[in-house]
Every structure is written in structure tokens, then in C-alpha cells.
């Protein structure tokens, strides 16, 4: 399915003073029909909190309450950019300068002016973190212009930084108490958001209330309260009878469940998360592009949508319908069984036994699948499931044939995941793809072109090259789900899974 209009979103986003703070607005989204006027939400999250900062992502209830009490420069919310922390923004022509102009009214819960100092403390301090490194890279320098500016200029033409600046990690703290507190500024947090901490019941729950001086954008959602609830029969439990009010990404049998009953809400859609075939194409019988094609042909995956995912998820198109510059062609093989047979002949290697290994987090229901796809071409299929850690090693280490997950790309920008697998030397650790620099050239064009539209018809000859290539196969994108008690307005779904817009939520 082709999304250009959120492409062109996107892309547009991008280059425009695009301000969106509305000066402590309280939206009125209250349903005519609804008699609900609470000011209360609760949210279901499986895990406690490790602690309050925002660049400490352990859990899901690490991510929700960090974007809560910490705002980020902007966020990307039902295919629009919403300004944060930053009232608006602008690109220089060839896209290597971003320039952020700051809400002026904005403040910490404590009551300190929110300054381009203190988001230039907030990034250098998270570009430190381990495992940054390639951040590291496309980022030269931070600088704050004035008090309210903020200028990032960057390696080469990246306007998917954006979507960087938006996830957990890039919440903007206060530097003046994070210097004096040290780690206790992570207990008592002081963030700019449009919550603050009120209290935290260590193993139970952990009460926010509405920061009574934001000037940003907020619903009227007053106070939120987020409940831990490890087994997710009882967080349903807790949401029919009515103790609380949402659960994030329910299971397929509850979503079955909770469809019969008319007090309850279901938004879903495809997510970020794709199962995904990487094949090694270095080493072993893998290495003949003829069986790794044949295998392509061979995988049925709308039957992978239909048994693993029933039905709710969406047959992936070789990469994301709603990334940067994907123009929308379809870059999968089509399921062909006769196809898949002529090649495994061509290649010589009928009766071929091979292993797909997978691990615990993953399960062997689609590596089953996918075993059945295979037989019918002549090849047997074995299933190794592994411990998760050794799964991971195997993987980078190239010790596989078949390598089975289902992950999750949380910058939505083909060209940011085609370099890092396909562009020599950084894709060592990558076995699907050549070791040879076979498209290093494309990828630096296409990488330091500026103008979108270019950018993007570059890209369509890399991905026909990756699909060539049949190194890695993304199979179905995930289904993802919000459950609610009915009445609840303004209710965004985010793709990756972090569901951070409790403000704009409205009873």
C-alpha cells in the first residue's frame, strides 16, 4: 500500500517553521455522547520504572514516563509533526543545519526557565551514552545560539534527525539540577513535560498530575496514573470492570475477547515491528543467490499474516510503506512455488537440508511456516530455538543459515537502515549482506543528495539491488493495539510501539 501522503508529510515537516505549541490550550475533545467528565486516566504498563531519566530506556515504563515528565524537541504524531519543546524549526538549503527556535514561556517543574542550554546539556549528554557511537558520527555540532535557538549541524543531508530527536532517549533535562544532584536528579525529576512525578509505589503504580504552568499542548487529562501489571488476563480483568482505562498492544486472544464487549475501544494498526529472514550470504549453502531467491519465492506470507498474526498485521513491501523515501514500489518477491523450484534446481541443491534458528523471544510459530513453504520446494527446513543472548551472538557473528526475528526500526528513513546493513566497512557485522563494497557508490549519492524527490528515485535502484541480493526478507509487519475504555478522545496509535501522547488525550 503506497502512503505518499505521509511521505509528503514528512518530508514537508522537514523543511518548515512548522510551530505547533498552543500556550497551555486545553483541547475540549469531549464526545457529545459520552457522560464521562473524569480527569483521570490509568494506564496498564507490565514493568516497573528504573528510574526518571529520560535516556535510560530499560522498559516500557521507562520510555511512557520519560516522554511524560520530559518533553523532546518534537514529536511525529498520525502523520504530522507537533512541535514540543520547540515552537518551530527550519533546514538550511542543502539539509546539513537544523535550526530549533524554543517555546519562550516554557519552564521546569521547578520553576527554571527552559533554555538552549539546557537542550544543548541534553544532547551532548546522551551522545555520550554507550552504544551512541554512530549518532555520534552524523552529529558535528550542537551550539546554542541565544537563549531560545538551538543549531545542529549535522555530517551530511539528514532530514530524518527529526525523527532521532523524537524518541526516548532525547528528552531535554534540566541542566543546572542535573549537575547539582547527580543520580537523585532521577528521583525527583524536573522535567519541562506536561506531567510531573507525584508519587512512585515502588512494584505497584506511579502517579503523575498535570504540571499546572506548562504552556505546551494538553488535554484534559489531569491526572495519570500508570499501573503495573505484569500478567495481562488480569490488566483485562482490570479494564472491564473499570479500574483501568488502557492497555498497550493486548494479545491477539484478548483482542478476540474484548471485541465483544461494548464498553471497550480497539485502535489498531500495522507497527514498525516486522518478522524478518535474514539468510547468510557469505558462507554455507546460503551463499548461492539462486537458493536464497528460491527461498523467497517460496514463503507464502499472507499465510504468515493469516496463521501468526490473524489476519491484523500487513505483508511488508520489501521495506516500510511509511518510511523517508520509500516511493511505495513493492520490493518483495511475489509467492511462487514453481519459480522457487526452477531455481532451486538451477543452483543444484535439491534435497538440501538447512537451519533456520530462532530463539525464545521469537517462538517457532512463522519459522514453522516457513519449514512447510520449504518442503514443498524440496528443501528440509530444521528449527534450532535458542536462548536469546545466543541467538544474538550466532547472528552477529555469522553463525547461521536461516536467521529468524521480529524487530523494530524506530527511525522510519530507508536510506539511515539501507547504509548501516549494505555500505562497507560498517556493515561487518551484517552477514545477509555482500562483503564486497557492491553498492557503496549508490549509497554515498544517495546518502548526500539533498532534494528529496532525487533522493528518493536513488533509493528505489538501491532497494531493487537489495532485493537482488535476497539477503533479508522482511516478511509481515506486526500488528499493534491500543485497548480503552470507550470515550477516550484523541487516541494515537504510534507504529513504534511507545505510546507517549498521553496529553493530548481527552475524556
Known amino acids: 500500500m503506497k502512503k505518499k501522503r505521509l511521505l509528503a508529510l514528512i518530508l514537508a515537516g522537514s523543511m518548515l517553521l512548522a510551530g505547533c505549541g498552543s500556550g497551555g490550550k486545553e483541547k ?40 511524560q515528565i520530559y518533553e523532546h524537541l518534537v514529536h511525529f504524531v498520525d502523520g504530522e509533526w507537533k512541535g514540543q519543546l520547540a515552537d518551530s524549526w527550519d533546514f538550511n538549503d542543502d539539509k546539513t543545519v537544523v535550526t530549533f ?55 551530511y543531508p539528514r532530514e530524518s534527525i527529526l525523527f532521532e530527536f523524537a524518541t526516548p532517549t532525547w528528552g531535554i533535562m534540566n541542566k543546572s539540577y542535573c549537575e547539582e544532584k547527580g543520580e537523585d536528579a532521577f528521583i525527583n525529576p524536573d522535567g519541562s ?37 505484569p500478567d495481562q488476563s488480569t490488566a483485562v480483568i482490570a479494564l472491564e470492570n473499570g479500574s483501568v482505562d488502557l492497555i498497550v498492544n493486548a494479545t491477539a486472544a484478548n483482542i478476540t475477547l474484548l471485541q465483544e464487549n461494548d464498553k471497550v475501544e480497539i485502535k489498531s494498526g500495522p507497527s514498525h515491528t516486522a518478522s524478518k529472514l535474514f539468510m547468510n550470504v557469505r558462507s554455507g549453502q546460503t551463499a548461492s543467490k539462486e537458493l536464497r531467491q528460491a527461498i523467497a519465492y517460496a514463503i507464502d506470507r499472507d499465510a504468515i499474516n493469516t496463521v501468526a498474526y490473524e489476519g491484523r498485521g500487513e505483508v511488508s513491501t520489501g521495506t516500510f510503506s511509511d518510511f523517508m523515501y520509500y516511493s511505495g514500489i513493492d520490493f518483495s518477491y511475489e509467492y511462487n512455488v514453481d519459480k522457487a523450484k526452477e531455481l532451486v534446481e538451477q543452483a543444484g541443491l535439491s534435497g538440501t537440508t538447512l537451519t533456520i534458528k530462532t530463539s525464545e523471544n521469537y517462538g517457532s510459530e512463522v519459522p514453522t511456516l516457513i519449514q512447510q513453504n520449504l518442503a514443498e520446494i524440496g528443501i528440509e527446513l530444521k528449527i534450532e530455538s535458542l536462548e536469546a543472548s545466543a541467538h544474538s551472538d550466532d547472528y552477529l557473528n555469522g553463525n547461521y543459515e536461516l536467521w529468524y526475528a521480529a524487530n523494530s526500526s524506530v527511525l522510519p528513513d530507508v536510506s539511515e537502515e539501507t547504509y548501516k546493513n549494505y555500505h562497507v566497512p560498517e556493515n561487518t557485522d551484517k552477514f545477509f ?3 564486497d563494497d557492491f553498492i557503496n557508490d549508490k549509497l554515498e549519492a544517495a546518502k548526500n543528495e539533498p532534494d528529496a524527490d532525487k533522493k528518493t528515485a536513488l533509493y528505489d535502484d538501491i ?34 510501539g511507545m505510546i507517549y501522547c498521553y496529553q493530548y488525550f481527552n475524556w
Open 101 to 155: 527556535h524554543l517555546r519562550e514561556d516554557a519552564t521546569f517543574h521547578s520553576g527554571d526557565p527552559v533554555t538552549a542550554e539546557d537542550v544543548k546539556y541534553s544532547m551532548e549528554t546522551n551522545l555520550e551514552r554507550p552504544g551512541m557511537a554512530a549518532s555520534k558520527e552524523k552529529i558535528l555540532e550542537i551550539n546554542a545560539v541565544d537563549e531560545h535557538t538551538v543549531e545542529v549541524k549535522l555530517a
Open 28 to 67: 475540549d475533545g469531549k464526545d457529545s455522547g459520552n457522560s464521562n467528565s473524569n480527569d483521570s486516566l490509568t494506564v496498564v504498563v507490565p514493568t516497573d520504572v528504573g528510574k526518571f531519566n529520560p535516556q535510560y530506556t530499560m522498559t516500557h515504563a521507562d520510555i511512557f514516563l520519560g516522554y
Open 433 to 435: 549482506a555482500p562483503a
Open 463 to 496: 532497494l531493487m539491488d537489495v532485493k537482488d541480493n535476497a539477503g533479508q526478507l522482511d516478511l509481515v509487519n506486526a500488528p499493534s493495539n491500543l485497548v480503552y475504555k470507550k470515550g477516550l478522545q484523541n487516541v494515537y496509535l504510534d507504529p513504534n
Open 193 to 229: 513535560g506536561a506531567y510531573k512525578l507525584k508519587s512512585w509505589n515502588k512494584g505497584s503504580s506511579i502517579e503523575l498530575e498535570a504540571y499546572e504552568d506548562y504552556t505546551g499542548e494538553i488535554g484534559n487529562i489531569k491526572n495519570l496514573k500508570f499501573e503495573i501489571i
